[in-house]
């Protein structure tokens, strides 16, 4: 199984803020890697796919970037509906595995 | 508008097996992947398997694959978990997502179903 490994685990920002979520994963899986957005008592939101194409809908502040093992995802300034926790997954290999989460809270 | 509506939560004993439905509108049923994703309380997220409408395909994580059954009914765009010999580690939230054929990631999401196994 790939593990991947997000950072930070948990992490602080004000509105306005420009933030970075790192997700690394065990082996070389390409851009086979997504981002999901979830909030309180929701279920997840796929945001980013292939790495670095956005969902329809998501705005542009959100983007994603990275290849091979490390992989970010960037907001450029971060808006309150943004606070919550953020996920990555890789879809190279079955099973697919998530990251243990990024919880994204206002400072 | 895409949904999956998944049904209510249940409550089981330990030992006890449960069923969970997820039902597609909105798009192709057989285009799609349904896949099915466990969250326990405070926890994050564990992909536990997949089933392929279009020709019943399924694949499960080693850590269910004794106990689970996944299947689709084209007849009624419905998928559905069955998980058996519940334990406490198997309270959590299951979700059904569906990812489409030759894309990446988990497009569409159902709302959850609660599973909570007590004595």
């Known amino acids: 199984d790939i593990q991947m490994t997000q950072s930070p685990s948990s992490l602080s920002a004000s509105v306005g803020d420009r933030v970075t979520v790192t997700c690394r994963a065990g082996q070389s899986i390409g851009t086979y890697l997504i981002w999901y957005q979830q909030k309180p008592g929701k279920a997840p939101k796929r945001l980013i796919y292939?790495?670095?194409i956005l969902q329809s809908g998501v705005p542009s502040r959100f983007s994603g970037g990275g290849s091979g093992t490390d992989f970010t995802l960037t907001i450029s300034s971060l808006h309150p509906e943004d606070f919550a926790t953020y996920y990555c997954?890789?879809?190279?290999?079955?099973?697919?595995?998530f990251g243990q989460g990024t919880n994204l809270e206002i400072k | 508008e895409v949904q999956l509506v998944q049904s209510g939560a249940e409550v089981k004993r330990p030992g006890a097996t449960v069923r969970i439905s997820c039902k597609a509108s909105g798009y192709t049923f057989i285009d799609y992947y349904i896949n099915w994703i466990q969250q326990a309380p405070g926890k994050g997220l564990e992909w536990m398997g997949l089933v392929n409408p279009e020709d019943d395909e399924i694949m499960y994580t080693e850590k269910f694959q004794d106990r689970v059954t996944m299947t689709a009914d084209t007849s009624t765009d419905t998928a559905y978990l069955e998980l058996s010999s519940l334990t406490s580690a198997d309270t959590a939230i299951y979700y059904c997502?569906?990812?489409?054929?030759?894309?990446?990631?988990?497009?569409?999401w159902g709302q959850g179903t609660l599973v909570s196994v007590s004595s």
């Open positions: 997954q890789q879809s190279y290999s079955i099973p697919y595995t």
């Open positions: 292939d790495t670095s």
């Open positions: 997502a569906a990812r489409p054929h030759g894309g990446e990631g988990f497009e569409f």
